[in-house]
């Protein structure tokens, strides 16, 4: 039903479920926006009168704030719902909440929450749109959408680059949000990390697995690094920061592997010194401020791509 | 009603005598007799089973009925008439209860609540250990004189292999079978689906068959040493069966136990989060769902029960990681039985109806599943063709998780009749 050049969806609830065609619709309006950020008047009248919600179930900084500025530079009148001061701590249900922000005609709902899947059931109880801004392990769709703009925008292309990606893919959004986007873009994924971190099936998604760190970074056109989250799988998914580190951590010399214009990506916050070597973090090779930006911009087309589908729904009915 | 019962012209089937012949059943003051007097035939009501199957009542040793204590789930009102909607005319009802029935006195609240408002029998379960905390051994003897039929933890694996041990040489004692929930909770925290490409998929927290396995394979060295009867529930994954096909063939007394929804479904059904797909042990892959009917097939699991699991809609209808485990089964698993079993040809009717009849009353030792002369005149007349579209809010239960909503499935209970008194007569219960 999706036609080539038009996009219909008013929920963005996963990259799995879009096309080649969906992903790239929002790398060229996102490119669009890029080129209104140098202005010194940086809002554009698109969303004005619009209301969006942000329901941040779980705890974020920089999801959250792009997502804002996004929607702000976009003209749309945004509220934050945090789970910490809100209903939601005193046991009210997800279905209830959703109820209650329809009533105050939002048009349309931001959410980052604790539990996969929870976006989806959100946007079959509510009529506005649904934007996952990340839902546990599963998906983060928006984190995919900036990281393949980066690429593409330092690379040129994606189809037949090798990307690697590095870490706790088990517990990451990013990472399957990425192996989706990347996969249907044409690149080959390599996953790599302890054998606890990426069980096996995951290669039943398209994607080559290598515990050896060194050979999956050789001849690399990206790495993409995840954060360890060392606090949660430290003494039972890996034996301690030191290991990880001498096994996985991204120095100089490991990076010398990689393809000479390679870039090293990482979607924040990073634990510098035992994912990556700050120098490398800190490199021309680094994406990670780049790919901040560009989170801003990618999230604006998002915005405007689902309020604009969602209208267009209305119209129609 | 009349104190005959002549049902006629059905196709009669009764495994554990190898009957499956066109006949009839005489009924005579709640039992099943050969013959009547010529005015007891005048004076009979007659049930023409034409077309349809006359079988044992079905038995289910796996039911929940929430009774005492979380009864807007379900009670034993609801459950019984639930249990006879889908030819079940006795029921075994599990321990965990609010408070959980680990003691005579719980038992015997349930036992007396069953005779006022049941309207199937109701055998129950007692805790194998007190509070059902896995730490100390629950008064078994006196429950026994209360009623009990077996005991067990269900849904709260004993963890201390040594409570287990002494768990299951105690309960053996008594002639009580235990029945195990097998799960290792270490492996098993914070775990909602399947562990496997489905649940990396859709982001959820795997719940490993080695989990089970481990369990059943333990249960299996218990019995081994002890030379206890330990019934192995829900199994779920392919390994766990074969652990118990091996078991059987070195003579150990263990048996095993499928869910049809494990016959039924797999871990890719829950890719829409859909929270009535949620269950303990949870759905597993295409491969152990195949394995689980070739347990049934081969005899290493003897028995078909429902896990019947209500819970209120409001419980349900919520994100996947935050909803109870556990759905309603006893009004379809005849029919599902039916369609995975034997309308696909891979067994034929006597074959599954021993599953829910006999066995299962042999593993608890309940005097039913037979239309021997003598037996409790429990019967279930069926029409094992006939289509129907599974709609939960026709359900008697009080609950709703039903993950076979939508779909249509063919065999429909026309006549559930508990002691001689017509109970379902396929549209109602009769007398309430």
């Known amino acids: ?147 393949t703009f980066t690429i593409k925008e330092r690379l040129g292309s994606i189809a037949g680059r090798k990307v690697t990606i590095v870490g706790d893919i088990l517990f990451s959004r990013v990472a399957r949000s990425n192996i989706w986007a990347l996969l249907k873009l044409g690149a080959h994924v390599t996953l790599t990390g302890p054998s606890t971190l990426i069980p096996k099936e995951f290669a039943e998604f398209g994607v080559e697995i290598c515990h050896d760190l060194k050979k999956a970074l050789t001849d690399a056109d990206v790495v993409m690094l995840l954060r360890i989250q060392h606090e949660r799988q430290s003494g039972t998914h890996f034996p301690g920061l030191g290991e990880y580190k001498s096994l996985y951590g991204l120095n100089a010399d490991r990076a010398s592997l990689l393809k000479p214009e390679a870039l090293i990506m990482h979607p924040g916050p990073v634990n510098r010194g035992v994912e990556i070597d700050t120098v490398l973090a800190d490199s021309p090779q680094s994406t990670i401020l780049q790919q901040v930006t560009n989170g801003i911009v990618t999230r604006m087309a998002v915005l405007y791509l689902c309020m604009n589908a969602a209208t267009h729904r209305l119209a129609l009915s | 009603m009349s104190r005959f019962l002549i049902i006629t012209n059905g196709r009669v089937i009764d495994p554990v005598n190898d009957r499956d012949s066109t006949g009839e059943i005489l009924v005579e003051d709640g039992r099943i007799v050969e013959k009547l007097s010529a005015s007891a035939r005048q004076e009979a009501q007659v049930i023409d089973a034409t077309g349809r199957v006359v079988c044992p009542g079905l038995v289910d040793i796996h039911v929940h009925l929430r009774d005492p204590g979380q009864t807007h789930k379900e009670d034993i009102r609801s459950g019984t008439r639930a249990a006879a909607a889908g030819g079940f005319t006795s029921i075994v009802c599990m321990p965990n209860t609010a408070p959980v029935a680990d003691n005579a006195g719980t038992v015997g609240r349930i036992c007396d609540a069953a005779a006022k408002h049941a309207a199937v029998n109701v055998y129950p379960t007692g805790c194998l250990t007190v509070g059902m905390k896995g730490e100390a051994l629950a008064p078994i003897g006196a429950m026994k004189n209360a009623g009990i039929v077996a005991v067990t933890d269900d849904g709260q694996c004993v963890q201390n292999t040594e409570i287990m041990r002494r768990a299951v040489e105690y309960a053996n004692m008594f002639g009580l079978v235990v029945m195990d929930h097998c799960q290792d909770a270490s492996m098993t925290r914070g775990s909602v689906m399947n562990e496997g490409y489905w649940s990396l998929r859709l982001g959820l927290k795997g719940w490993p068959a080695a989990a089970e396995d481990i369990v059943i394979g333990r249960n299996v060295v218990l019995s081994r040493h002890t030379g206890a009867h330990i019934h192995m529930q829900h199994v779920s994954t392919a390994y766990g069966v074969d652990i118990i096909r091996r078991a059987k063939k070195r003579g150990i007394r263990v048996s095993g136990e499928a869910m049809p929804h494990h016959m039924f479904f797999t871990d890719a059904d829950c890719q829409t989060y859909d929270t009535n797909f949620k269950m303990n042990p949870p759905l597993r892959t295409a491969a152990d769902r195949d394995a ?66 006999h066995l299962p009353a042999a593993v608890a030792g309940l005097p039913k599943g037979t239309l021997s002369a003598g037996a409790d005149a429990d019967i279930t007349i069926f029409d094992p063709h006939e289509a129907w579209k599974v709609d939960p809010r026709n359900s008697l239960s009080k609950s709703r998780n039903c993950p076979w909503n939508g779909h249509t499935l063919r065999g429909r209970v026309k006549t559930t009749i508990v002691g001689g008194r017509i109970v379902w007569d396929g549209t109602r219960i009769i007398g309430d």
Not at chain 1, 60 to 87: N, P, Q, Y
């Open chain 1, 1 to 147: 039903m999706q036609a080539e050049d038009h996009w219909t969806r008013k929920d963005l609830i996963g990259i799995e479920e879009l096309s080649r065609s969906e992903i790239e619709m929002v790398h060229a309006l996102a490119a669009q926006f890029k080129q209104t950020l140098g202005r010194s008047q940086k809002k554009l009248p698109t969303l004005r009168g619009k209301t969006i919600l942000n329901l941040f179930v779980e705890p974020s900084t920089r999801t959250r704030m792009a997502f804002e500025i996004a929607a702000k530079r976009l003209s749309a009148d945004v509220t934050l719902v945090e789970e910490i001061g809100s209903s939601l701590v005193k046991g009210e249900s997800l279905r209830d909440t959703a109820q209650v922000v329809q009533a105050l005609n939002v048009d349309m709902i931001v959410i980052r929450h604790r539990a996969a899947g929870s976006p989806l059931y959100l946007s079959k109880i509510v009529d506005v749109p649904v934007i996952n801004a990340g839902d546990g392990a599963h998906e983060h769709p928006t984190q995919a959408l900036l990281d």
């Open chain 2, 292 to 357: 689980v009917i070739e347990g049934v097939l081969d005899g290493s699991l003897e028995v078909i029960a429902t896990d019947h699991a209500p819970h209120s809609p409001d419980e349900k209808d919520c994100e996947f990681d935050q909803a109870p485990f556990g759905i309603i089964g006893m009004e379809t698993a005849l029919a599902v039985c039916l369609e995975v079993l034997v309308h696909s040809g891979r067994c034929d009717l006597k074959f599954l109806l021993a599953r829910l009849t």
